[in-house]
Structures are given as C-alpha cells and as structure tokens.
C-alpha cells in the first residue's frame, strides 16, 4: 500500500553535514504521520524525529535537537531529514517510516506500519 525510498546517506566527518530524503508513494494520505528512525550496530532501532503532513508538526528525539530538522514536499511526496553539526554517535542506518494513523507525538517502533530499505550515515571523527 506504501512505498518509502530513502537516499542521501554517505561518509561525512564530524560536524559535517547530510540531508536525506524519503520518496512516498502509493496509497499515502495527508494523516498519516511520517518519520526517520536509526539503528547502529548492535543497538536496538531507535526515534529520531517525526511529521505530519498537516500542519506541519514536528517532534525529536532529545539528541537531535537543534541539529535535525524534518521537512516535507507535498508536491514531490517527499520527505526530508537535514542533518547538521553531525557526530560520530549518529552513525546508523536511517530509516524512513510510516504510520498509518494520526501522529500525535514522537513515534516508536510498534507504531510502524511501513518501512523504507535504509540509507547508511557514517560519521568519522
């Protein structure tokens, strides 16, 4: 029913910075809430950040703050997530997400009705 592509992950050295989008398609409605997870190595998957179509509500896990931010094109049924002022604890494998109901607040992993392949970050210090 939904289909998530994520692109844009790469290689960047600390403080650098990376902008990953989540191409959305299939049977998307402006309710549903969207998001980005990660998953480092031997670690469990964890929230990053979220947002909705409607209105334009946003939530972060508290160790993005003030350096991500989550966007969206409705046009382009695309979703954004610009990385800045990266570290060597963000390096993970990105994951975009879907839930299919409202989003009322950050996201957890039961929460997830679709998931994207993954995109890798790599952060050197």
């Known amino acids: 029913q939904v289909q998530l592509v994520e692109s844009g992950g790469g290689l960047v050295q600390a403080g650098g910075s990376l902008r990953l989008s989540c191409a959305v398609s299939?049977?998307?409605?402006?309710?549903?809430?969207m998001g980005w997870f990660r998953q480092a190595p031997g670690k469990e998957r964890e929230f990053v950040a979220a947002?909705?179509?409607?209105?334009?509500?946003?939530y972060y896990t508290d160790s993005v703050k003030g350096r991500f931010t989550i966007s969206g094109d409705n046009g382009k049924s695309t979703v954004y997530l610009q990385m800045n002022f990266l570290k060597p604890e963000d390096t993970a494998v990105y994951y975009c997400?879907?839930?299919?109901?409202?989003?009322?607040?950050?996201?957890?992993?039961?929460?997830?009705?679709?998931w994207g392949q993954g995109t890798q970050v790599t952060v050197s210090s």
């Open positions: 299939g049977r998307t409605f402006s309710g549903y809430g």
């Open positions: 947002f909705t179509w409607i209105g334009q509500y946003t």
């Open positions: 997400a879907a839930d299919t109901s409202p989003l009322r607040g950050p996201l957890s992993v039961d929460d997830i009705d679709y």
